[in-house]
């Protein structure tokens, strides 16, 4: 069991050294599962993700993501674009 607790801790250390060079480490909670959501989604779809799709994958509300998408905007981590298929829809494309 002590080799579990190890190896939670130095994956704990990894993501915090991550964050750190991402300049995340400020974020809150809600804010960290939106980005790893918006990443996660990135790495199957690289023209971008539907804001429903990181609302449904997330877990969190639509008004929370909202939120946090603006926040994330502002920072230049993400751009919002109109989806094309569907105008009432934005897609998240995470800037390189």
């Given amino acids: 069991m002590k080799e579990f607790y190890r190896n939670i ?3 704990l250390s990894m993501l915090d050294g991550l964050e750190q060079d991402l300049n995340i480490r400020h974020f ?3 804010e960290l599962k939106v ?3 918006i990443i996660i989604r990135a790495a199957h779809n690289e023209h971008g993700s539907n804001i429903t799709d990181i609302v449904e994958n997330s877990g969190m509300s639509r008004s929370t993501v909202y939120k946090t998408l603006k926040k994330l905007s ?3 981590i ?3 674009h109109q989806s094309e ?4 829809e934005s897609i998240v494309v ?3």
């Fill in 9 to 11: 801790s130095d994956a």
């Fill in 74 to 76: 502002l920072e230049k």
């Fill in 94 to 96: 995470l800037n390189s």
């Fill in 28 to 30: 809150t909670p809600n």
């Fill in 35 to 37: 980005f790893y959501t």
């Fill in 78 to 80: 993400i751009n919002l």
């Fill in 85 to 88: 298929e569907d105008g009432r």
